[in-house]
T-cell receptor, first 109, second 114 residues
Framework: DQQVKQNSPSLSVQEGRISILNCDYTNSMFDYFLWYKKYPAEGPTFLIS?????DKNEDGRFTVFLNKSAKHLSLHIVPSQPGDSAVYFC????????FGTGTRLQVFP | KAGVTQTPRYLIKTRGQQVTLSCSPI?????VSWYQQTPGQGLQFLFEYFSETQRNKGNFPGRFSGRQFSNSRSEMNVSTLELGDSALYLC?????????????FGPGTRLTVT
């Protein structure tokens, strides 16, 4: 069973605009969440994390929002840049990372 | 500081054979985890080693095994290869086992089983 779902397999956004990537999870015990970015032929790279004691965490152009009651996270990238084109994974951490299905983001000029 | 390195980067094996993959963590990192990425199942956790001990294991058959050496380098072994084992195998290292201890991934080993 898929505990972590990213329902949009792909997303296309114009450069300079906001990219919003969504993630839903089923296990209410998850309390620490990470976002990773992956380019082809490379391993995932850590982007940003959030603990369940917060509902928002910002790091530069990246902001993650957590709605625990809805079991929903979102990653906002503002402004989007062509170099952000990659696959993004949401990953709750328990005693291991549980990766979502991924969303392929394409940022076009 | 050098990143996580994995060898080999690409590998082709025949069904029934066995394979060993290697991972060298970032200097000072004592934990190494292994993940499998396939188009059908996505990224799935295999196991994690810390101080030469397996700390956690994912839902994979016993054909998948690993070990960690005293210098924190890790190897993963898959015996009696099946076509479905074709995947990208990723290794990740981190300093310790704390929740906030960030995992750094290597570039992966692409295994093709024919």
């Amino acid at each position: 069973d898929q505990q972590v779902k990213q329902n949009s397999p792909s997303l296309s956004v114009q450069e300079g605009r906001i990219s919003i990537l969504n993630c839903d999870y089923t296990n209410s015990m998850f309390d620490y969440f990470l976002w990773y970015k992956k380019y082809p032929a490379e391993g995932p790279t850590f982007l940003i994390s959030i603990s369940s004691i917060k509902d928002k965490n910002e790091d530069g152009r990246f902001t993650v929002f957590l709605n625990k009651s809805a079991k929903h996270l979102s990653l906002h990238i503002v402004p989007s840049q062509p170099g952000d084109s990659a696959v993004y994974f949401c990953a709750p951490y328990t005693d291991k990372l549980i990766f979502g299905t991924g969303t392929r983001l394409q940022v076009f000029p | 500081k050098a990143g996580v390195t994995q060898t080999p980067r690409y590998l082709i094996k025949t069904r029934g054979q066995q394979v060993t993959l290697s991972c060298s963590p970032i200097s000072g990192h004592r934990s190494v985890s292994w993940y499998q990425q396939t188009p059908g199942q996505g990224l799935q956790f295999l196991f994690e080693y810390f101080s030469e001990t397996q700390r956690n294991k994912g839902n994979f058959p016993g054909r998948f095994s690993g070990r960690q050496f005293s210098n924190s380098r890790s190897e993963m072994n898959v015996s009696t290869l099946e076509l479905g084992d074709s995947a990208l195998y990723l290794c990740a290292s981190r300093y310790d086992l704390r929740t906030g201890s960030e995992q750094y991934f290597g570039p992966g080993t692409r295994l093709t089983v024919t």
